[in-house]
Nanobody
Protein backbone atom coordinates (compact mmCIF):
# COMPACT_ATOMS: atom_id res chain seq x y z
CA UNK A 1 0.00 0.00 0.00
CA UNK A 2 1.22 3.47 -0.89
CA UNK A 3 -0.12 6.75 0.41
CA UNK A 4 0.52 9.95 -1.50
CA UNK A 5 0.25 13.48 -0.17
CA UNK A 6 0.61 16.48 -2.46
CA UNK A 7 1.48 20.04 -1.54
CA UNK A 8 2.70 23.24 -3.16
CA UNK A 9 -0.37 24.38 -5.02
CA UNK A 10 -1.63 27.94 -4.89
CA UNK A 11 -2.47 31.09 -6.79
CA UNK A 12 0.10 32.53 -9.19
CA UNK A 13 0.07 35.08 -12.00
CA UNK A 14 0.56 34.02 -15.59
CA UNK A 15 4.25 33.62 -16.34
CA UNK A 16 5.03 32.65 -12.77
CA UNK A 17 6.30 29.40 -11.29
CA UNK A 18 5.24 26.82 -8.72
CA UNK A 19 6.76 23.59 -7.48
CA UNK A 20 4.49 20.76 -6.46
CA UNK A 21 5.64 18.02 -4.12
CA UNK A 22 4.24 14.57 -3.46
CA UNK A 23 5.46 12.59 -0.47
CA UNK A 24 4.97 8.82 -0.66
CA UNK A 25 4.73 6.42 2.25
CA UNK A 26 6.34 3.00 2.16
CA UNK A 27 9.78 1.65 1.37
CA UNK A 28 9.15 0.75 -2.29
CA UNK A 29 8.87 4.26 -3.73
CA UNK A 30 11.80 3.68 -6.09
CA UNK A 31 10.04 0.74 -7.74
CA UNK A 32 7.00 2.71 -8.90
CA UNK A 33 6.42 4.69 -12.03
CA UNK A 34 5.23 8.07 -10.78
CA UNK A 35 3.14 10.68 -12.54
CA UNK A 36 1.23 13.92 -12.31
CA UNK A 37 -2.27 14.28 -13.70
CA UNK A 38 -4.57 17.27 -13.60
CA UNK A 39 -8.29 17.80 -13.71
CA UNK A 40 -10.55 20.73 -14.41
CA UNK A 41 -14.05 20.45 -12.99
CA UNK A 42 -16.35 18.83 -15.49
CA UNK A 43 -13.52 17.42 -17.56
CA UNK A 44 -11.58 14.16 -17.51
CA UNK A 45 -8.37 13.85 -15.58
CA UNK A 46 -5.49 14.28 -18.01
CA UNK A 47 -1.88 13.18 -18.08
CA UNK A 48 0.74 15.85 -17.37
CA UNK A 49 4.08 14.11 -16.80
CA UNK A 50 5.60 10.82 -15.66
CA UNK A 51 8.96 9.53 -14.50
CA UNK A 52 10.11 5.93 -14.53
CA UNK A 53 11.17 3.91 -11.51
CA UNK A 54 14.47 5.01 -10.01
CA UNK A 55 15.45 1.43 -9.18
CA UNK A 56 16.58 0.91 -12.78
CA UNK A 57 19.82 2.21 -14.30
CA UNK A 58 18.17 4.78 -16.55
CA UNK A 59 15.35 7.09 -15.53
CA UNK A 60 12.95 8.28 -18.21
CA UNK A 61 10.53 11.18 -18.27
CA UNK A 62 7.52 11.86 -20.44
CA UNK A 63 5.45 15.01 -20.83
CA UNK A 64 2.17 16.02 -22.34
CA UNK A 65 2.69 18.29 -25.33
CA UNK A 66 0.89 21.12 -23.56
CA UNK A 67 3.54 21.31 -20.82
CA UNK A 68 6.68 20.17 -22.60
CA UNK A 69 9.49 22.70 -22.17
CA UNK A 70 7.74 24.41 -19.25
CA UNK A 71 7.30 21.65 -16.64
CA UNK A 72 9.93 19.32 -15.20
CA UNK A 73 9.18 16.14 -13.28
CA UNK A 74 11.74 14.68 -10.89
CA UNK A 75 11.97 12.31 -7.96
CA UNK A 76 14.13 11.98 -4.87
CA UNK A 77 14.17 8.41 -3.60
CA UNK A 78 16.03 9.37 -0.43
CA UNK A 79 13.08 11.58 0.49
CA UNK A 80 10.34 9.44 -1.09
CA UNK A 81 9.24 12.57 -2.89
CA UNK A 82 8.04 13.39 -6.38
CA UNK A 83 8.24 16.93 -7.73
CA UNK A 84 6.73 18.95 -10.54
CA UNK A 85 8.47 22.22 -11.32
CA UNK A 86 6.08 24.39 -13.28
CA UNK A 87 7.44 27.45 -15.07
CA UNK A 88 5.89 29.95 -17.48
CA UNK A 89 2.46 29.09 -16.13
CA UNK A 90 -0.61 29.89 -18.21
CA UNK A 91 -4.25 30.35 -17.17
CA UNK A 92 -5.05 27.08 -18.96
CA UNK A 93 -2.80 25.26 -16.47
CA UNK A 94 -5.39 25.98 -13.78
CA UNK A 95 -6.57 22.64 -12.37
CA UNK A 96 -6.36 20.27 -9.45
CA UNK A 97 -3.07 18.39 -9.75
CA UNK A 98 -2.84 14.77 -8.63
CA UNK A 99 0.16 12.63 -7.91
CA UNK A 100 -0.13 8.94 -8.87
CA UNK A 101 1.87 5.73 -8.62
CA UNK A 102 1.81 2.49 -10.58
CA UNK A 103 3.78 -0.73 -10.57
CA UNK A 104 3.17 -1.24 -14.29
CA UNK A 105 5.95 -0.56 -16.84
CA UNK A 106 6.74 2.98 -17.95
CA UNK A 107 5.39 2.28 -21.44
CA UNK A 108 1.90 2.62 -19.88
CA UNK A 109 2.70 5.82 -18.02
CA UNK A 110 0.10 7.94 -19.86
CA UNK A 111 -2.72 5.47 -19.19
CA UNK A 112 -4.74 6.77 -16.23
CA UNK A 113 -6.47 3.47 -15.31
CA UNK A 114 -3.05 1.83 -14.87
CA UNK A 115 -2.38 3.87 -11.75
CA UNK A 116 -3.04 2.09 -8.46
CA UNK A 117 -2.54 4.93 -6.01
CA UNK A 118 -3.61 8.57 -6.02
CA UNK A 119 -3.09 11.57 -3.83
CA UNK A 120 -5.89 13.88 -2.70
CA UNK A 121 -4.92 16.64 -5.13
CA UNK A 122 -3.66 20.19 -4.83
CA UNK A 123 -5.24 23.22 -6.50
CA UNK A 124 -3.22 25.33 -8.90
CA UNK A 125 -4.78 28.59 -10.08
CA UNK A 126 -3.10 30.80 -12.66
CA UNK A 127 -4.52 34.28 -13.07
CA UNK A 128 -4.25 36.25 -16.28
Amino acid sequence: QVQLVESGGGLVQAGGSLRLSCVASGRTFSTYTMAWFRQVQGKEREFVAAVSRSSSNTVYADYADSVKGRFTISRDSAKNTLYLQMNSLKPEDTAVYYCAATSTPFVSARVRPKYDYWGQGTQVTVSS
